[in-house]
């Protein structure tokens, strides 16, 4: 197993215990994006990252976070598959949990660009690689 590959895995096995709290593995200008079928938002540096995932959980209670599958793409980038869930705080709504996918570029031992995908098949689709079951369109 690669070091890249073991720092991922230390991440998340803080954030399946529900500590989001440690930003020991994130560059201090780490690139956050979380890519949405609606838009894009973006991150610079760590208060901003910060920042995004206040927003989130100011909406979203008792958040749960499980990786299911880590596959390396090549030397610097890691791919996991996940399942979340949570609760709107407003609503009180609580959708099934979804599968979904982080994709971890790592630089010298911390992650320089975290991409996060709330659609695994898209994050699949966007790294050129078919969704189990599904053809990748190969026409430009």
């Given at each position: 197993m690669?070091?890249?590959?073991?720092?991922?895995?230390?991440?998340?096995?803080?954030?399946?215990?529900?500590?989001f709290?440690?930003?020991?593995?994130?560059?201090?200008?780490?690139?956050?994006?979380?890519?949405?079928?609606?838009e894009?938002?973006?991150?610079?540096?760590?208060?901003?990252?910060?920042?995004?995932?206040?927003?989130?959980f100011?909406q979203?209670?008792?958040?749960s976070?499980v990786?299911?599958?880590?596959?390396?793409?090549?030397a610097?980038?890691?791919?996991?598959?996940?399942?979340f869930?949570?609760r709107?705080?407003?609503?009180?709504?609580?959708?099934?949990?979804?599968?979904?996918?982080?994709?971890?570029?790592?630089?010298?031992?911390?992650?320089?660009?975290?991409?996060?995908?709330?659609?695994?098949?898209?994050?699949?689709?966007?790294?050129?690689?078919a969704?189990?079951?599904?053809?990748?369109?190969q026409?430009?």
């Amino acid at each position: 197993m690669s070091s890249n590959l073991d720092l991922v895995r230390s991440i998340y096995a803080d954030w399946e215990r529900g500590n989001f709290r440690s930003t020991e593995w994130a560059d201090p200008e780490i690139e956050f994006v979380s890519v949405s079928p609606l838009e894009t938002p973006r991150a610079k540096g760590l208060s901003e990252m910060a920042s995004f995932v206040r927003d989130v959980f100011s909406q979203i209670a008792d958040w749960s976070e499980v990786a299911e599958e880590y596959t390396e793409l090549d030397a610097n980038r890691v791919l996991v598959l996940n399942r979340f869930s949570g609760r709107g705080r407003a609503s009180g709504v609580t959708p099934p949990p979804a599968r979904a996918a982080r994709v971890f570029e790592i630089h010298n031992a911390t992650d320089t660009r975290l991409t996060l995908y709330p659609d695994g098949d898209r994050a699949l689709t966007d790294l050129g690689r078919a969704p189990e079951g599904k053809a990748t369109d190969q026409s430009d």
